[in-house]
T-cell receptor, first 111, second 110 residues
Framework: NAGVTQTPKFQVLKTGQSMTLQCAQD?????MYWYRQDPGMGLRLIYY???????DKGEVPNGYNVSRLNKREFSLRLESAAPSQTSVYFC??????????FGPGTRLLVL | ELKVEQNPLFLSMQEGKNYTIYCNYS?????LYWYRQDPGKSLESLFV?????AVKQEGRLMASLDTKARLSTLHITAAVHDLSATYFC??????????FGEGTQLTVNP
């Protein structure tokens, strides 16, 4: 099992460019999440999908959109990147009574 | 608004010493999770605490949960350098969501 995988690992964007971060899990989990982590801070929830076919806003959804493509895949899209979106992005998956499993992260720099 | 507060936020300790990290939260929850993060890495699960009074131990780390006090502790016994990392607690707030504390950056010095 690969667990939770994310692509790309690193990305540099110019202000106004768009991109999609991809996430996939092979653990048959219902719930999937996108977090961002800024220096010296914990994780903040951007969007989540409690089950296939549903998505909900988290704490910091502005400037982002998500798609739960199927049970395995959950993507995060930045339509018009801003320097404030420079961060490390983590995808996670979860099933009840267990821990959340995290992907390796995507380091994004917006110039 | 749910608050999850960890203290201390920064902890520098000597090898061989004991210390406790505290995680307080402001809402009713009976599930709490501890994670470890090494610099530049992802989060690794340490403990899953699913009920009041739950206690879990792994090596030099022991975690406990008091849901009535809304408090979890992560106790470090006889610290070693390899435990240097950032430790996060996360509270199950329902609706399949977790809220994370700010993290405690632990440095263990020889």
């Amino acid at each position: 099992n690969a667990g939770v995988t994310q692509t790309p690992k690193f990305q540099v964007l110019k202000t106004g460019q768009s991109m999609t971060l991809q996430c996939a899990q092979d653990m048959n989990h219902n719930s999937m999440y996108w977090y961002r982590q800024d220096p010296g801070m914990g994780l903040r929830l951007i969007y989540y999908s409690a089950s296939e076919g549903t998505t909900d806003k988290g704490e910091v959804p502005n400037g982002y959109n998500v798609s739960r493509l199927n049970k395995r895949e959950f993507s995060l899209r930045l339509e018009s990147a801003a320097p404030s979106q420079t961060s490390v992005y983590f995808c996670a998956s979860w099933t009840d009574q267990e821990t959340q499993y995290f992907g390796p992260g995507t380091r994004l720099l917006v110039l | 608004e749910l608050k999850v507060e960890q203290n201390p936020l920064f902890l520098s300790m000597q090898e061989g010493k004991n210390y406790t990290i505290y995680c307080n939260y402001s809402t009713t929850s009976d599930r709490l999770y501890w994670y470890r993060q090494d610099p530049g890495k992802s989060l690794e699960s340490l403990f899953v605490l699913l009920s009041n009074g739950a206690v879990k131990q792994e090596g030099r780390l022991m975690a406990s949960l008091d849901t009535k006090a809304r408090l979890s502790t992560l106790h470090i016994t006889a610290a070693v350098h390899d435990l240097s990392a950032t430790y996060f607690c996360a509270v199950d707030v329902g609706g399949s969501r977790l809220t994370f504390g700010e993290g405690t950056q632990l440095t263990v010095n020889p």
